[in-house]
């Protein structure tokens, strides 16, 4: 970064302070994850001066030569690896994929069946401070107040009643499988559209390891920043014939030029989610999630749901006696990086909240085992349990910085400069 150390060095010095914390904190924020610099280089290149507004060979810009092979190739790259008719790389983001959808193949005021947000679904699935909300029709389903699990006949007798136009399936906080086809025959039984959102789970549905919603969905959307391990940004994937429909409402629907120097990097994220090395992550993920789940329960802590079959936990404070900001305020000043949640029927405010969520993505691209995982739980039932001791505190602060050394983000060592892990 020497262009920026000689023109803005109190931006420079933020950049490197942000590298700093990255290399010397555990992430288990299950919506982050550490990219391959292959990744950044993409995404920070000179793709992102072009407009390019359209699709190749229909742009309306002149000089998108370049920006037509790059689309073509993460197009190309995309299908194969979901298995997908038609894939639409234009998306700034998951919301953004997701508003597309809606206005695809759905009128303002149509009515739309979706996961609450308190149960684990997404702001956009309709939630009340979406804009979503705003412009459709939405009724939310919940967890099964016993199994924390969905229940799919109450979801089948909601949808009867209900007669929504579309289903909505896909969690930003739950930690169990989906069953995509199950939802899709109660879609059907009302001749509703089933979509998918699977921005958490990405990663692990291309590398195999957990089912795809692909094959039995009218649309799948996701991001690419999550267990997919690639940069921001949001794909679209729909059958064949929902091509046109999709594409015209990200462009000129609800985008203008695409973001070029995103799908760059996108193109770079599915080749590198095709290779083995990436699998292996895939499933050290899955792996580290369930130990860490099982640790969590040895240490008398309640999961939501009991346990995970994804990438991460919910964990229950109530038992403990804390908030999930207290939770995420201790954890942080010993460099262990959570994010508050509310559970289902949380009673405290989603700024307080009364849980935390685990994800295992980022330790695992680090390389981190099912052996570290377990420790690091240690380590946060160890700070958690005694917030006060200041002794506690640093002895957990020391031994977070061991790991770190020990597993660091980027190995000077690897000439393509991945994450150590692969």
Known sequence: MKHLRIHDQEVFRIVEAEKERIENTIDLIAAENHAPLSILEAQGSAFNLKAAEGYPGRRFHAGCGQADDLENLAVKRGKKLFGADHINVQPHSGTSANLAVYFAVLEPGDRILSMRLSHGGHLSHGDAASITSKCFRFVHYGLDPDTEQLDYDAIAKQTADFKPRMIVAGASAYARLIDYRRLAGIARNVSAYLLVDMAHIAGLVAAGVIPSPVPVSDFVTFTTYKT??????????????????????????????????????????????????????????????????????????????GGTDNHLVLVDLRPKGLTGRDAEEVLESTGIIVNRNVIPNDPQPPDRASGIRVGAAAISARGLETSDARRIVGLIDAALSNAGRQEVLKHVASEVAVICRNFPVYSQDDKMMLPSSL
């Not at 091509?243 to 000129?252: L, S, T």
């Not at 120097?261 to 770079?268: D, G, H, I, L, S």
């Not at 990436?278 to 309640?302: H, I, L, S, T």
């Open 228 to 305: 997919l391990m690639g940069g921001r940004g949001g794909v679209i994937i729909c059958k064949e014939k929902y091509r046109r429909q999709i594409d015209r409402a990200v462009f000129p629907g609800s985008q203008g030029t695409p973001a070029l120097n995103q799908v760059a990097a996108k193109a770079v994220c599915f080749h590198l989610a095709a290779t083995r090395e990436f699998a292996a992550v895939q499933k050290r993920v899955v792996a580290n999630a369930a130990a860490m789940a099982e640790e969590f329960k040895q240490q008398g802590y309640r999961l939501v749901s």
